[in-house]
């Protein structure tokens, strides 16, 4: 906590010295300036640093402030740089974009409010407009977007490591659910060889020609069997799901069976058998029948009336590898509507905990077709319970794994992100344009309130004052000499211009004050415009 406070005091001291050295530079008394404008600018500069923290508005208000009472257009050396820094921090520590936007209105508001009140020249305000845009506008949606990508990013990892975590807890309950139903199997198959051993124990029970003994042991050896059958049965009774049913279908059930009661049903399946006959190990044999089982249903759920092949091929074994039994179920796009069965999703979860348990891989996804392919290569001989990790979890996804949907919602906030830069682009150019058209009609309205009427222009007389001159002039006059005008003689004093005629500058009336008297009053003609406007070629 103390590092930390410490911190922040070193980073506002440093910040609060780079921008101190402009007003120090500036306002040299050798350079226009005064000691004490650089003393209360400096101070100011440490009160707006002091509080930008906790009120980045108030410290950016402050120095906007500064920057006016220098220049009416915002355009200073001394605050230009910590107009840019707190507009950036504004946008940098505040969550909302509401009060940053109200307080650009305010300021906007009030500096037309300014300009109207201690100058007469209107041009000011647009000028004005132009610095607060590229001063404070810009760097705040520089910082607003830097905001907001640290706060997707963030958004983004918590998102994704919830999401994790529930898939890994459903991953889990899929595999809890797939390892009941080993167990379930290993139930009809035990239960199955207990119920004949019991059944032969007693029928050494009742033989006559054996001992007393012998039809003892018998007995014992037959309630031993029916206890260990019950026993089985309770637990995996708890361990079967409240919603699982007890099979319907013999434990031994072989494939061929599947197959042939799949086709009854109307799917069109068509099983290739390619290995040699031989026994597989129950985990191998179980995990076979569970892999076409799968297979099949999920073509009946989202392949209705597709062609389905199932192919149980052998694989030999080579020097590093064992012989090993490869399961294939293709099928084709569907041919009919879908046929409304939703899936939990985690069928193909507990299948590949069941390929693993049983030492084998399990691959599956789209065929280029838009059908669905899916393939087990598994062990001849006794379980490995291959691809586990030493926590016996199974191995995190590599490279090449589907992208999941953690990491697609975390390319969605990039996403959002790269939209908030193309914002912090099209912003400040829409501002320029919008800002271009109102400089336009500026420029009109005062070029249209400029026009000195002929009666009015008579009615001056060289030698008035230009106090008394005034109140005859418009409002506003051209901003500058018309092109093509000839120069102001030597000695002319202040001139200022003004048109004939609306949106007409071809001849304009020049009007030069001289020691507060009007000094001479001329009408001077742009002679390019005039020749153009009456269709005479230049000479």
């Not at 050494?204 to 003892?216: G, I, K, N, P």
């Not at 029916?226 to 279908?249: F, N």
Request: one cysteine or more; charged letters at 25%.
């Amino acid at each position: 906590m103390r590092a930390e406070r410490t911190r922040i005091i070193v980073v506002d001291l440093v910040l609060w010295a780079l921008l101190s050295c402009p007003v120090l530079l500036k306002g040299d008394p050798d350079d226009g300036g005064s000691w004490a404008g650089v003393a209360f600018g400096v101070a100011a500069l440490a009160v707006a640093v002091l509080v930008w923290r906790r009120a980045p508005l108030a410290s950016l208000s402050l120095v906007t402030a500064l920057s006016a009472v220098e220049n009416l257009e915002l355009v200073t050396v001394q605050y230009s740089l910590a107009m840019a820094v707190f507009g950036g921090l504004l946008g940098w520590r505040s969550p909302g974009a509401r009060p940053a936007l109200l307080a650009f209105g305010g300021i906007t508001a009030a500096g037309l409010v300014l300009v109207l009140a201690v100058e007469a020249d209107l041009w000011t305000w647009p000028a004005q407009l132009s610095s607060l845009l590229f001063t404070v506008v810009v760097p705040w949606l520089v910082g607003r977007y830097i905001r907001q990508y640290a706060e997707l990013v963030r958004t983004g990892w918590e998102l994704a490591d919830r999401m994790e975590r529930e898939q890994r807890a459903v991953a889990d309950r899929a595999r809890i659910r797939e390892r009941s139903r080993i167990a379930g199997d290993m139930h009809d198959s035990l239960g199955h060889d207990l119920s004949l051993i019991a059944v032969r124990a007693a029928a050494l029970e009742v033989d006559r020609t054996l001992s007393e003994r012998q039809r003892a042991s018998a007995g014992e050896l037959r309630q031993s069997a029916a206890d260990a059958t019950a026993r089985l049965r309770d637990i995996v009774g708890v361990l079967r799901a409240d919603d699982e049913r007890a099979p319907t279908v013999p434990a031994d059930e072989p494939v061929g069976a599947l197959v042939e009661r799949a086709r009854q049903s109307g799917l069109r399946v068509e099983l290739r058998e390619e290995r040699r006959p031989g026994a597989l190990p129950p985990m191998t044999d179980r995990a076979v029948y569970r892999v076409v089982q799968e297979a099949l249903t999920n073509a009946a759920k989202h392949a209705p009336g597709a062609a389905v092949v199932v192919t149980v091929a052998g694989e030999p074994g080579s020097k590093d590898a064992q012989e090993s039994v490869v399961v294939a179920v293709g099928n084709g796009p569907a041919a009919g509507p879908p046929s409304g069965l939703v899936g939990g999703g985690s069928g193909l979860v507990g299948l590949d905990e069941r390929v693993r348990l049983a030492g084998g891989e399990l691959a599956h996804g789209p065929r280029p077709d838009g059908g669905f392919a899916l393939t087990a290569r598994l062990p001849t001989t006794g379980p490995a319970a291959a691809g586990t990790t030493a926590a016996g979890e199974p191995p995190l996804p590599g490279p090449g794994a589907p992208a999941t949907a953690s990491a697609r919602e975390l390319r969605r906030a990039r996403m959002r992100v790269r939209r908030g830069l193309r914002q912090v682009i099209v912003v400040p150019a829409v501002a320029v344009a919008v800002l271009g058209v109102v400089l336009f009609f500026v420029d009109q309205y005062i070029r249209s309130q400029s026009v000195l009427d002929r009666e009015s222009y008579e009615r001056i007389r060289i030698g008035d004052a230009r106090s008394e001159v005034a109140p005859l002039l418009p409002e506003y006059s051209l901003e500058r000499r018309p092109p093509g005008v000839d120069p102001e003689p030597a000695g002319a004093g202040d001139c200022v211009y003004y048109a004939m005629r609306t949106y007409d500058w071809s001849q304009v009336y020049r009007l030069c004050f001289r020691d507060g008297r009007l000094a001479s009053k001329t009408v001077v003609v742009d002679v390019a415009n005039e020749e153009d406007r009456q269709g005479v070629s230049s000479p």
